[in-house]
């Protein structure tokens, strides 16, 4: 099952069939989020609603986002790892990065609030002060105010690599601006969670050629999702739920940089494929 929210209410897919759900506002959406057991909710929503077989239109769709935060895992990967490390050499940090891999703690961040967050079709940015910024594909959590994870969607976190590495701290301004998350198109609504099989992939199309293509599997994810959340939510509360972006396996090589235009397509085949312009 799958959950499109649009720009007048939500979409939800079941089995090749769409049922269109009116007048859902922020705060009936921030509501449908919440619920505990989403895919319970939605099959209970829909029963008594006529179906229809047209496809969703990707124009009409939004950010599956209400007044939710956004979070972020880092260093999940040993790609990922490995990036961190180069980019902070010179500033000493690179330790920091093989250490958390291999602790028990994760690294967690603050990510995005709703404002700051795009949808399928909109633009993401690069920060003005960045020399070097990259896009990066992520499985993120949708996770009910219980910490119970209830959904996956596909997240793009932008990230300003020349920022973060010339300092570790300074990695808020290096990942927190507007335009810096992309969320969508829709939320998977599993009842088990996503197999290790599942695949990441990116292209980045740069004059319609492409500039740069990877992909991985969640295989390579070294932390179990549900204990990134266990520990977001120690002395944390989300009365709406939240996001949490679980870190990337796919990273550019050190020479390549995005650039105004670029078109950025994040695919995780059972929820959809993320397209984003930079702006």
Known sequence: MRLFRTQTGCIVE??????????????????????EDLHAGLTAFIQDLTPSAAATDPAELLAPIGHQEVWAAGVTYYRS???????????????FYDRVYSAERPELFFKSTASRTVGPGGKVRIRADATWSVPEPELTLLVSPSGHITGYTIGN???????????????????????SCALGPSILVAQSPLPPTTEIS????????????????????????????DYLFRDNAFPQGCFLMTGTGIVPPSNFTLASADRIRITIPPIGTLENEVG
């Not at 932008?158 to 507007?178: F, H, T």
């Not at 199309?205 to 390579?220: D, I, K, M, S």
Request: net charge negative; charged share 25%; proline share 3%.
């Open 157 to 179: 976190d932008m990230s300003s690599r020349d920022i973060e590495g010339e300092n570790p701290l300074y990695l808020p301004q290096a990942k927190v601006y507007s335009g």
């Open 81 to 95: 790892r490995g990036a961190r490390m180069e980019e902070s050499k010179d500033a000493g940090g690179g330790s």
């Open 202 to 229: 990116i292209e980045i199309l740069r004059n319609q050629a492409v500039a740069f293509a990877g992909q991985t599997t969640l295989a390579e994810l070294k932390r179990e999702p549900q204990s990134l959340v």
């Open 14 to 35: 079941e089995k090749g069939q769409h049922y269109r759900i009116e007048n859902v506002d922020g705060a009936g959406w921030d509501s449908l989020l919440a619920l």
